[in-house]
């Protein structure tokens, strides 16, 4: 089940993701952006302030990528 937020908080996680994907495009697949990304929203489904919710997807997304991304490079080695 989607956490439901307003139509502006949506629009800005949307953005959010969207620039996430810009970053580790080439790296990890849409698919693996967009799991790490409802992982991250539906950690923040309960937040009593939902104006903070698109701060900390891209905040948490881009940890649990950078995680990703580390793993797979280590285990190249």
């Not at 698109?54 to 580390?70: D, K, Y």
Request: no cysteine.
């Amino acid at each position: 089940m989607k956490p439901v937020f307003d139509a502006t908080v949506d629009k800005q996680i949307e953005s959010e993701v969207r620039t996430i994907k810009a970053e580790f495009e080439g790296r990890l697949t849409a698919g693996s952006i967009d799991l790490a990304a409802h992982e991250s929203i539906e950690r923040l489904a309960g937040s009593r302030v939902p104006q903070f919710v698109p701060l900390f997807v891209g905040r948490f997304t881009r940890e649990r990528l950078r995680e990703l991304v580390a793993a797979g490079e280590a285990s190249e080695r």
